[in-house]
Antibody, heavy 124, light 110 residues
């Protein structure tokens, strides 16, 4: 059974960097065909795909939502079997519940496992 | 990349069937067989219901079914039950970004 759990600060000041980690159990972040994703949901709103990181041929690749790419970095720590998100220069518009999820297939056929989500509030 | 368009709300009586639409363009829903559907209860993470337009993961009730015609995908819930009250989101591969979600539909069982 694959399980994902987000962790990180619940409060970030404007202009600072939002950093979250997703701990994965039951699957390896180095396994192929897994697209380790971040998805967020603004309060009372719909879902927004943030980006993913995946492993192929000895290298990790990332693909970010074009609207966030200038502020976004994703990475993997294989020794801890987790992946991370860093979003710089945050504003109140980045306040949201952040989910990590496992995507399957290069064309993201499905997100079959999700973390519980973590609320991040951007406020001074 | 614009969100896919879903009706804000759909309601039905217990035992009835309802259908939720998800309208996109030829660059997403209409162009690929990678439409999925998610159910989300308040305060909970989304749950995969349908993937690849019509496929149900193991453990998902066969009361949930998916289809697609042109640029519009649909989720049908048959034999509506009280615990089907939730928000439902579609998503699709998009040539603009790998993933675009729908605006979400609140299902009410009246």
């Amino acid at each position: 059974q694959v399980q994902l759990q987000e962790s990180g600060p619940g409060l970030v000041k404007p202009s600072q960097t939002l950093s979250l980690t997703c701990n994965v159990s039951g699957a390896s972040v180095s396994a192929g065909d897994n697209y380790w994703s971040w998805i967020r949901q603004h309060p009372g709103k719909g879902l927004e795909w943030i980006g993913y990181i995946y492993y192929s041929g000895g290298t990790y690749y990332t693909y970010y939502n074009p609207s966030l790419t200038s502020r976004l970095t994703m990475s993997v720590d294989t020794s801890k079997n987790h992946f991370s998100l860093n979003l710089t220069s945050v504003t109140a518009a980045d306040t949201a519940v952040y989910y990590c999820a496992r995507g399957q297939g290069f064309l993201l056929e499905k997100f079959d496992y999700w973390g519980l989500g973590t609320l991040v509030t951007v406020s001074s | 990349q614009s969100a896919l368009t879903q009706p804000a709300s759909v309601s039905g009586s217990p035992g009835q069937s309802i259908t939720i639409s998800c309208t996109g363009t030829s660059s997403d829903v209409g162009g690929y067989k990678y439409v999925s559907w998610y159910q989300q209860y308040p305060g909970r993470a989304p749950k995969l219901l349908i993937y690849g337009v019509t496929n149900r993961p193991s453990g998902v009730s066969n009361r949930f079914s998916g289809s697609k015609s042109g640029n519009t995908a649909s989720l049908t819930i048959s034999g509506l039950q009280s615990d089907d009250e939730a928000d439902y989101y579609c998503s699709s591969y998009s040539s603009g970004t790998p993933c675009v979600f729908g605006t979400g539909t609140k299902v009410t069982v009246v």
